[in-house]
């Protein structure tokens, strides 16, 4: 029986030092990987202490019995038989409450994991909303430059029609004044262009001078 748990505590060995083989390259930059890496370590060490124990025990009681033997054989194989069911019993309790670590252990895990995946998941949703935020605004402002620019030339032509005057003085047929400049245009003249609000208009000359006009040039 002692064998049986020897050889038990063996496995478990075995499955510790690979997972801390496995585990050795990996660096342990948060708290979850240093327990668990520590499980391990205990583990492992349980498990050497199993094996020594039990394996002494299996030595002293194969002893025992070779030395007893003569005196009194039936007894001691019942008293033999006793302690290594007593000692089976308990092996075979930690041996389940290992493998209840265990599973509560590779759940720890896996539920890391998936906050490690959702957290990514999350940082990766977060930059595409960025990128669209950022793209939206730069389309909104290319759209505003456009518009302001599209009213600057707006602004620029109504200035340069401003200037240039809406009516020519020699197409209205009777004396126009400028009120602006004060210079009237009778009939017959070249005329020039002015702004119609700015029109002054006179029966004769005389009622234009009379009112502070002078005759254009040309």
Known sequence: MTSFIS?????????????????????????????LKKRYRAGLVISILIMFIFGSMGGHNETTSKQSSSADTTKVVKKQKY??????????KENVALLAKQK??????????????????DEAEAKRKEQEQQAAAQKQQEEAAAQQKQQEQSQQAASQTQTRGDMNTSDTGTIVGNANSHIYHVPGQAGYRMNSANAVYFHSEQEAIAAGYRRAKR
């Open 7 to 35: 050889l038990v505590a063996f496995g478990f060995l075995i499955y510790y030092a690979i997972k801390l083989f496995k585990g050795r390259k990996l660096k342990a930059t948060d708290q979850a990987s240093k327990r």
């Open 83 to 92: 302690i290594g069911k007593d000692k089976y019993d308990i092996a075979k």
């Open 104 to 121: 509560k252990l590779q759940a720890k895990e896996d539920k890391l994991q998936e906050q490690q995946d959702k957290i990514a998941s």
